[in-house]
């Protein structure tokens, strides 16, 4: 064991804050993923970031859309978990080959309405939230609602914290 190794718990070994939420994922996914169990050194953090990702499976963003936003911050955070991960999830909704190694490289788009939001996730995290006047008009020209901005900004603070926490303890890195 590294002195920076976080320990892998499971419903029977974590923290007693954090073993219902070990043990609802160990259900929902037949195992506990890699970061969950290691997220689980910190019952807060754990609980935070089931929170997180919860939430944005119930926001106004559809699934592509959250995929994109997912391997958008991924990319940006050198999450190669997250960018694992989601490749197969996309994958999984049939998402053009295409389009996935698009958003892994951090190539522009070929669907204009999906490369909008791309562009108006990089413009949010680049400029802290202050986003430029032609990104905003383009993506509300495209369609989105102030909803699906701030749900973006949602988005981007989720994966913030789960794709930092996923590189602090090398979830996913060996």
Known sequence: ????????????????????????????????PEPIARYASSP??????????????????????????AMTMGRLNGCKFCLKLHRRLLAAQKAPAELIDALEAGSALADQRLETLRDFILDTVEHHGEVSPEVWTRFREAGYTHEQALDVVLGISVYTLTTFANRLTESGEG
């Open 44 to 69: 807060l953090m754990l609980g935070q970031a089931l929170a997180g990702l919860h939430a944005l499976d119930n926001s106004s963003l559809r699934p592509l859309e959250r995929e994109v936003l």
């Open 1 to 32: 064991m590294t002195f920076r190794q976080f320990p892998r718990f499971d419903e029977q070994t974590g923290p007693t804050a954090a073993r219902d939420a070990l043990l609802q994922n160990k259900r929902e996914f037949g195992a506990i």
